[in-house]
């Protein structure tokens, strides 16, 4: 349910009807990469194995120095050259790096995200956003004092918090997915226990256990954000164009990755910006494309 994922993410800016990706949706929902789900998929033990496998990847190299604040362009060194990062924005690049430096890789041996952290990042304010008049996160509106509680209690900016539950429930807090997932951040039952009368779909609950599972995520992945994001469409390190494509010609076409994922997420969603929106749209793979004619 990669794709799922995604349309769900933007299903509230666009034409897509989103009850409709709120269904229980059989074998695509056992592809969602569920905020949960992860927790349960990937654990600490295979994720070092996965690594290693693979040749290690920066994870614990040095943080790179954060100039965030001060330049109008992201600034992280990476083994994956220039960040192609530009002031003004286009289809295929913008302020906070260029589609093919996030996409490092995948043509060759696999994906190796640039190592970026948290902090540098550059996000738009989940306030400011819905100050705008003009927000992608206003269904979200009535959780945000929750989002920028929890985001500060555990290090997570909120639009990043926002963008998850939108990408997973459409900030609906009353959805039950698929597989049986809580709420607007779709909790796996294994994070329910301690709920408070035994109501995982509870706001405060839900938030709170999903910032403080985005924050392990973090430090499982050596506070590499890019490896968190992508994680939410499937994406691994390594994973390679053909592997990412290869759903397309199986039943299941959604299921493929999106290669424009990553620059959607950071240049889109944490930016207030509807990357779907078809005037404009954000990216230049649009490998799901190929769905739509089936
Ligand atoms: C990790 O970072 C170091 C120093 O920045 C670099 O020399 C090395 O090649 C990197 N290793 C990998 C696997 O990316
Ligand atoms: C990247 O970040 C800056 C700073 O927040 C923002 O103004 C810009 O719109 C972002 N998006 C793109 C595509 O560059
Ligand atoms: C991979 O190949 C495609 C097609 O040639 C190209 O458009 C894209 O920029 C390449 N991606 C990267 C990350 O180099």
Redesign the pocket.
């Known amino acids: 349910m990669k794709a799922f994922a995604l349309l769900l993410a933007f299903a509230i800016a666009s034409t897509v009807d989103a009850s409709v990706f709120l269904q229980p949706a059989g074998g695509l929902s056992a592809r969602h990469t569920h905020l949960a789900h992860r927790g349960l998929e990937v654990s600490p033990r295979t994720l070092s194995k996965r690594c290693k496998a693979r040749g290690g990847q920066n994870a614990s190299a040095p943080p790179p120095t954060n100039n965030?604040g001060q330049n109008?362009?992201?600034n992280v060194q990476s083994n994956c050259g220039p960040s192609g990062?530009?002031?003004?924005?286009?289809s295929t690049?913008?302020?906070?790096?260029s589609l093919d430096w996030l996409n490092c890789g995948i043509n060759d041996s696999g994906w190796q995200p640039p190592y970026i952290r948290v902090q540098d990042?550059?996000?738009?304010s989940l306030a400011d956003s819905l100050n705008s008049g003009n927000s992608v996160f206003e269904n979200c509106r009535p959780f945000v004092q929750l989002f920028e509680q929890y985001g500060s209690q555990f290090g997570v900016p909120s639009i990043m918090l926002a963008s998850f539950a939108m990408q997973e429930s459409t900030c609906n807090p009353e959805t039950i997915g698929g597989a049986g997932e809580q709420g607007l951040m779709q909790l796996t039952s294994d994070k329910c226990g301690e709920a408070p009368g035994g109501n995982c779909r509870d706001p405060d609950y839900n938030i709170m256990t999903g910032a403080k599972y985005v924050s392990s995520l973090l430090s499982q992945y050596g506070g590499s954000v890019l490896l968190v994001i992508g994680s939410y469409n499937g994406w691994v390190q390594g994973m390679t164009y053909a592997q990412a494509t290869a759903a397309a010609y199986t039943s299941c076409c959604r299921c493929q990755n999106n290669l424009d994922y990553l620059?959607q997420y950071?240049?889109?969603w944490?930016?207030?910006?509807n990357s779907y929106d078809n005037s404009h749209p954000?990216g230049k793979y649009f490998n799901l494309n190929v769905c739509n004619q089936q």
């Open positions: 965030a109008s362009v992201i990062a530009t002031p003004q924005s286009t690049t913008g302020p906070n790096g990042l550059l996000v738009k620059f950071v240049n889109g944490l930016q207030n910006v954000l």
